[in-house]
């Protein structure tokens, strides 16, 4: 749910990296983090584990410039993506206005990213959301590698709505900003058609 | 309940003034350091007191963080919420709260307070906040009702794809 702050003119939408575990999640937002001036990006802040495996959220805020005089602010977050934190995976969820699923391209992890994606309409439909109806695109991850799968197998599997879709090697950043920018845009393409009020204040 | 489920948090600069006019006073009476509102999804609201050395964005993100699971936690046992959340530090505490069902009070104090009073003076301050988000709600779907146009309305394209350049 977006929060549009007459008062301070900002306009705040928050978007969620959903997907398996070692997918890549977390290695897009450190992605963004490392190459998002300063002035534009808060503290990146990770909820790990020791071995350095999300244990409840990372934590991304982002200010993308003004639109129309309300400064846009984007707050990304990422699950856990192993399937035992299923409880956190929900309450994450809460209050989505849009997501990325990130796909493990290898072939081995096809039954994963199948399981998550499950999980993802699951949980989405626990809280009132429709997946169909959210502003959502899907990224193949670690398409570097040399045992994955095709895209048209991938596709086939994980994307059948035709949603923006990109390929990725989160750890050069290849289709990280394509990404979070198709998003982004399909949120305030939404934002757009609602009205001021935009249902309910509180 | 449909996809967009765009059910927009609104906030207006009326409302928000009478927040912060309740901010105020609780700091002043709670003898807190800084208080902050943040939103259940852990969008910050507005905060005051001594803000200056503090990572609000991030407090906001991890404060709706903590109300999220430990909600979790109180349904596992059968509790609706726990509505009162405590963390007691060397200098600094911090006293969370839900108010008006929606949104989180965060009150920062240190040995200058103590925990009953800022209990104390919460809870009285809490029905003034109640009322004002809920007024702030019948505000919002009225206008929703009138059909007063986002102001997102006649973004373009453009403007969009400016953002990222």
Request: with cysteine.
């Amino acid at each position: 749910m977006s929060f549009i702050n007459y008062a301070s003119r900002e306009i705040n939408c928050k978007i969620v990296y959903y997907g398996p575990g070692l997918c890549g999640k977390t290695t897009n937002l450190q992605f963004v983090y490392q190459k998002t001036s300063p002035d534009a990006k808060g503290k990146m802040i990770s909820l790990a584990t020791e071995t350095e495996r999300t244990l409840f959220f990372d934590f991304l805020p982002l200010a993308l410039g003004e639109i129309r005089g309300f400064k846009t602010r984007f707050h990304l977050y990422t699950v856990p993506g192993q399937v035992f934190y299923d409880a956190s995976r929900k309450l994450i969820l809460k209050g989505v206005d849009g997501v990325v699923f990130v796909a493990d391209s290898q072939e081995e992890r096809l039954d994963a990213n199948i399981e998550s994606m499950e999980n993802l309409k699951v949980n989405l439909e626990e809280q009132g959301y429709n997946l169909d109806k959210l502003p959502f695109v899907v990224q193949y991850n670690k398409r570097d590698l040399p045992n994955v799968s095709s895209m048209e197998e991938l596709r086939s599997l994980l994307n059948p709505n035709n949603v923006p879709e990109y390929e990725a090697c989160a750890t050069t950043g290849e289709g990280v900003f394509e990404t979070l920018k198709a998003v982004a845009k399909l949120i305030l393409m939404e934002l757009k058609k609602g009205t001021a009020g935009g249902g309910s204040g509180a | 309940m449909s996809g967009s489920h765009s059910s927009t948090f609104v906030m207006y600069d009326e409302e928000l003034r009478k927040i912060n006019l309740v901010s105020e006073k609780l700091l002043r009476e709670a003898n807190a350091k800084v208080i902050f509102l943040v939103d259940k999804n852990g969008q910050l609201i507005t905060s005051v007191g001594e803000t200056e050395h503090l990572d609000t964005t991030s407090l906001a993100s991890l404060t709706a963080g903590n109300i999220a699971a430990t909600g979790g936690l109180a349904k596992l046992i059968g509790e609706k919420e726990f509505s009162i959340l405590f963390h007691e530090g060397e200098k600094d505490n911090i006293h969370i709260s839900i108010v008006g069902g929606r949104v989180i009070l965060v009150v920062i104090f240190d040995q200058r307070s103590s925990l009953g009073l800022v209990r104390l003076r919460v809870k009285k301050a809490s029905d003034d906040y109640g009322q004002i988000f809920e007024d702030l709600a019948k505000k919002a779907a009225q206008e929703d009702k009138d059909g007063t146009p986002s102001p997102f309305a006649e973004i373009t394209d453009d403007d969009i794809d400016n953002l990222f350049s």
